[in-house]
């Protein structure tokens, strides 16, 4: 049944993709919902409406520890690479520039993103972070200001205070056919950034970080590989 879904959201989406009126997103992620609890996504499941209780937590040194090999570690790579450096690249391709996105910084995405994770490890939440893939489907979709963030904030906290534990039920029941059709279209918009690399070496050093990844599986042999070698270029002051 995700063929047939996907086939008709992805005619969906392109139908919708320039409305104002009706948001493509916001049309098929309605409408993989809708399909979600046709299909029995609540079946067996007790209603409460209403936030879960929260309290905070104080992590001891044995966590901080366990976190920082099994987390910290291996998350280097890619938060430094997609959620700051790729972040700040795509903010400053997809919007041009101005005084606002003069704000758009390394330094201001990795500060951003650590204070906010600060909050949210007191309540022992999910860390969060910025992320290329997140701005390019926004932008694909239609975002153009801070307002959509706003927007689907307000809508995650509304469904975290009303249907409380139902509420991961209520997003999960998104058919995996819909999730796809969304992240295609964030990635081909990430793709058509690839126009903005000039260079040759520059050329070379994409192709072979993207290669060594899918190869490989792993993003920060991928990204170490990426930097020794574009290193060795300038230094050897080779051209490929």
Known sequence: MNP?????????TLYFISSKRFPAALMIVTAGIAIGVAWGAFKGISFEIGPTPMETVLPSAADFASAFFLLVIPQIPLTLGNAVIGTTDTVHSLFGKGEEIKRATHRGFATSMGLANIVVGVFAGM????????LAAHYRFGARTGGSNVMIGLIFVAIALIFGKIGINLLSCIPNAVLGILLLLAGLELALLLKDVRGRNDLFIVFLIAGISLATNNMGTAFFAGILVERLIKLKGVGV
């Open 4 to 12: 047939v879904l996907g086939i008709i959201g992805g005619v969906l």
């Open 127 to 134: 860390p969060v972070c910025h992320g290329a893939g997140g």
